[in-house]
């Protein structure tokens, strides 16, 4: 008789295979590929847009809402390394909720999340589109969006490599112009440039100006600034780095940025002369302004385009590659219809991209102008996912493993629920409202599933080690793109 195998001696396609899947996705991601993604994916200049209006609603103390938002970040994203180590699949907080808890509350967890990740590249092009108004002027938004949703589709189309190819690209891009600005802010701030710019501890720390209030508003800030880097986890049916990779990724990703973002606030709130607020008619090009003033030559210009491609190609590729491997997780399992499982040659989820890219060029039709609308969906989406992560993660390790690493598994869940539950509690009433309806059309499609006799319930419950991955378990028991699983 064959001793069944421990998940850590299992290969990358064993453990898949434990699940009951075939490995159908490209298995050629590394860790490192996996951070560039994350890194990608957050955007290491995003602060750049939005540095205005950060600045005015924390009283000038940028950096300090990037550490807020890292500290309480790092609780999220320790639970989603521990529920990637645990359960290498590819649907992210779907099958980590529906496998952690139970899978009709990982439906809607993972319903609530694709929230998020449907209307993520819409919101990206249109914020992209909106940008490239400031370029050309006379040109219209739709057709900027709908340029940007066709080069991304065709990079997704051409597969995995292609997608390395250009993350790799984008993020030295997006690096070398962080060097540049650093470059550009040291020597405005030690040549006298821009009068009253001047290097002090005050953006990072202001007790004159720090208040419970002011800490509680950044704190909402900062959590939605990091948003990203959750998308690691959509490809962990594509990582060559074993069942850690995800996870450790996640964690690095989110580091690196925080740094980034706090070193280019920080010297943006000192090019900023310790002014207390912008104007309406300058918050939006805050950073820009300043980079112009500190630079006396055409870098504004250049640094403004930089942004709105690493916005509309490269964050918006990153994010249409994750929302389709979570369409393509819950069609797998059975929880959306079966085309969206469909693998094509290139070993991509081809039905699941050309749907997100539809779905984007339609939406962008009716949301350009709405910025604020389509974040607060997002966020709500998001925000509802991580409280149902956190949750999974005290009921698989606690409840059902017995584990006695209560740090890891009870504390660390705790306090990223209670953040993420403030956090949402204090949403918009628009994020609310839409967040409802969206969980109410999900009951709907739930109930319709249940009602025409279609179940619910997820494929390989065991895990890794107990039986399903071992030598005598030679064949895995679906295969989802085939049609051996049942149609919808």
């Not at 440039?193 to 100006?209: G, K, R, V």
């Not at 469909?342 to 039905?351: A, D, F, M, S």
């Not at 949301?367 to 925000?383: E, K, P, R, T, Y």
């Not at 660390?412 to 009433?429: C, K, R, T, W």
Request: with cysteine; hydrophobic share 55%; glycine share 8%.
């Amino acid at each position: 008789m064959t001793t069944p195998r421990s998940s850590a001696e299992l290969s990358p396609q064993q453990q898949l295979e434990a699940y009951g899947y075939k490995q159908e996705l490209k298995r050629s991601v590394s860790t490192t590929d996996l951070l560039i993604y994350g890194l990608i994916f957050m955007v290491p200049i995003a602060p750049w847009a939005i540095f205005g209006v950060v600045y005015n609603a924390a009283s000038g103390m940028v950096p300090l809402v990037y550490v807020i938002g890292l500290i309480a970040m790092i609780f999220t994203a320790l639970a989603y390394q521990q529920m990637a180590k645990s359960i290498p699949l590819a649907g992210s907080v779907f099958s980590y909720v529906g496998r952690g808890i139970h899978p009709t509350v990982g439906f809607f967890a993972g319903w609530a999340i694709l929230l998020d990740y449907l209307l993520v590249p819409t919101l990206l092009y249109v914020f992209a589109a909106e940008s490239m108004i400031g370029i050309f002027p006379e040109s219209p938004r739709w057709m900027w969006a709908l340029i940007f949703v066709a080069v991304n589709t065709v990079i997704n189309l051409l597969g995995i490599s292609s997608i390395k190819r250009m993350n790799r690209i984008f993020l030295a891009i997006e690096l070398v112009f962080v060097v540049i600005f650093v470059v550009i802010a040291v020597s405005a701030l030690t040549g006298g440039t821009i009068p009253d710019a001047a290097f002090t501890i005050s953006p990072l720390w202001d007790a004159s100006q720090v208040t419970g209030p002011l800490i509680a508003s950044a704190l909402s800030i900062a959590v939605l600034s990091f948003l990203g880097f959750d998308g690691i986890s959509t490809m962990s049916e594509e990582a060559t780095g074993g069942r850690n990779s995800a996870g450790r990724a996640m964690i690095m990703a989110l580091c690196i940025v925080a740094f980034l973002f706090v070193l280019q606030t920080w010297l943006a709130s000192a090019l900023a002369g310790g002014r207390e607020s912008f104007s309406d008619d300058e918050v939006g090009n805050a950073f820009f302004t300043l980079v112009e003033a500190a630079s006396n030559s055409g870098w504004m210009t250049a640094f403004f385009v930089v942004n709105v491609l690493a916005v509309g190609i490269a964050n918006a590729m990153a994010a249409q590659a994750a929302t389709s491997r979570l369409l393509f997780s819950m069609s797998r399992d059975r929880q959306l219809p079966k085309f969206l499982s469909h693998i094509n040659r290139r070993q991509v989820p081809q039905n699941a991209i050309i749907l997100v890219s539809a779905l984007s060029a339609i939406l962008v039709l009716f949301f350009v102008g709405q910025i604020d609308l389509i974040s607060a969906l997002v966020n709500f989406g998001a925000l509802f996912g991580f409280m149902m992560l956190h949750l999974a993660v005290i009921v698989h390790y606690i409840v059902r493993k017995k584990s006695k690493n209560y740090l890891l598994h009870l504390a660390v869940p705790v306090v990223g629920f209670l953040i993420i539950g403030y956090v949402l509690l204090n949403a918009s009433d628009q994020a609310k409202i839409g967040g409802i309806v969206w969980l109410i059309l999900g009951a709907a499609v739930f109930a319709y599933y249940r009602a025409s006799g279609r179940k619910t319930d997820l494929t390989g419950e065991s895990e890794p080690g107990s039986g399903l991955g071992s030598e005598s378990s030679a064949e895995p028991r679906v295969a989802p793109a085939t049609g051996e699983r049942g149609a919808l």
